[in-house]
């Protein structure tokens, strides 16, 4: 994020202090910001504008981020994005929203087609509203081998006529999908994601090593060929490492061609760094291996984030929490996970990566694979005034969304 020239009117409103910026972090700088748009983030000492007082003080060592972007997410706070109720994905997004996630996708497990069908409706018309990015469908084409908490029962491989039925269901609003490319029909499903401009995301997969890199190559030209001047999106992976086969030296599978075409930029792989889905120096080996701009820090986050320990659904799927990991009733497998993103963040630099490394994931890397990066994921003249202030430890002080200040959790 490169300081941005003030235009010399006075903002309306404007905060002064620690501001984390693509090029590093500015001790002593100025985000301001007109209505929703940002006019000015970068030095106090170009900033033109501060003849009134800052619209807010915090403490001392308190740090400005970009709102935060969760492209994988399924509910929290009670609410389940697959449940088809509107008014448990309003609850489950207004919690997000206020724990400094300010744009995510909302992500609908593999259920009953006319089930599916009616959650992606009803999330489409969210996203009409602008309170969420789009939908990430996770499934139904993947793996039973290693479907994780998907419901096998409604497992399926795609058929044109589903894929256009689940696309149309979504009205434009669906931005990314993951499937398993060793399923018949998988690379016409990538040719039909991509002509929507909808992102393919390998994952819930066992398939092989050549297949996976055979499966994102194909979607890396796809998406290159459909791309538009100045843009270019790039496939991603669903949760690295989860929900596929582990990484062993004489059958290395996904896991190495997800790593390879990742360094490589040609990829983008999803980490959930909440402590339970990875190990910290998992975390910590895949952002020396394949960049911090290859990577998206994800949540995978379900109805019982912000909640106690206890019995909750993920889809159609009984879950347990305990000690706030959530694991399947039916088969005892990990089901989602319990932090908010800024959590995922925190944890990410304790496992030894550095801030903006971990900014960047969880920032920058996901706009861009929303294709956003022109209007969100950076303090940046001209974006949406979207803020998150922390303390020195990273624990959440404020939430600024749209150039207006959230209700604190």
Same mark, same amino acid.
Not at 29 to 57: K, N, Q
Not at 78 to 91: E, L, N
């Given at each position: ?45 170009? *900033? ?35 449940? #088809? ?55 139904? *084409? ?90 270019? #999106? ?6 690295? *490492? ?28 999803? +980490? ?11 975390? +910590? ?66 496992? #030894? ?28 003249? #001209? +974006? ?26």
């Amino acid at each position: 994020m490169a300081s941005s020239e003030n235009s010399g009117t006075s903002p309306v409103n404007y905060l002064r202090g620690r501001i984390a910026t693509e090029s590093g972090i500015i001790d002593d700088g100025v985000l301001a910001y007109d209505g929703d748009r940002i006019a000015y983030a970068g030095p106090a000492a170009g *900033f033109r504008g501060g003849d009134t007082e800052p619209e807010r003080t915090f403490p001392p060592g308190s740090l400005v981020l970009p709102g935060l972007v969760d492209t994988h997410c399924h509910g929290a706070n009670g609410g389940d994005f697959t449940s #088809g109720d509107a008014t448990q994905a309003r609850m489950a997004i207004d919690f997000l929203q206020r724990s400094g996630t300010t744009t995510s996708l909302a992500s609908t497990m593999t259920a009953p087609p006319a089930d599916l069908l009616r959650a992606l409706s009803v999330l489409a018309e969210l996203a009409e509203e602008g309170l969420i990015a789009g939908i990430h469908a996770e499934g139904p *084409f993947v793996s039973t081998v290693r479907c994780g908490a998907q419901n096998p029962d409604h497992i399926v491989a795609p058929t044109p006529e589903y894929v256009a039925a689940l696309i149309d269901a979504a009205q434009g609003r669906m931005k990314t999908m993951t499937y398993a490319p060793e399923l018949p029909g998988a690379d016409a499903l990538i040719d039909e994601l991509t002509t929507h401009g909808i992102t393919p995301s390998l994952g819930h997969t066992d398939c092989d090593t050549s297949t996976a890199a055979a499966s994102l190559a194909l979607a890396w030209e796809e998406m290159d060929s459909t791309g538009f001047d100045g843009y270019t #999106g790039r496939p991603t992976v669903t949760h690295l *490492f989860n929900g596929m086969p582990p990484l062993h030296h004489r059958s290395p599978g996904p896991v190495a061609a997800c790593l390879r075409i990742a360094k490589a930029g040609n990829a983008v792989v999803e +980490l959930i760094a909440d402590n339970a889905h990875l190990d910290p120096q998992t975390v +910590l080996t895949v952002f020396e291996l394949v960049g911090a701009e290859n990577i998206t820090l994800v949540t995978d986050s379900m109805a019982a984030t912000g909640l106690p320990d206890g019995a909750y659904h993920l889809g159609s799927s009984a879950v347990t929490v305990t000690d706030g990991v959530a694991t399947l009733d039916r088969t005892g497998s990990l089901a989602g996970g319990t932090a908010v993103l800024l959590d995922v963040v925190r944890r990410t630099v304790a496992a #030894g990566v550095p801030l903006l490394d971990a900014i960047t994931s969880a920032t920058v890397v996901p706009a861009n694979v929303l294709g956003l990066a022109d209007e969100l994921g950076s303090l940046r003249l #001209g +974006l949406r005034a979207d803020a998150v202030v922390v303390s020195p430890d990273l624990h959440l002080l404020a939430v600024l969304r749209e150039g207006v200040w959230l209700a604190p959790l």
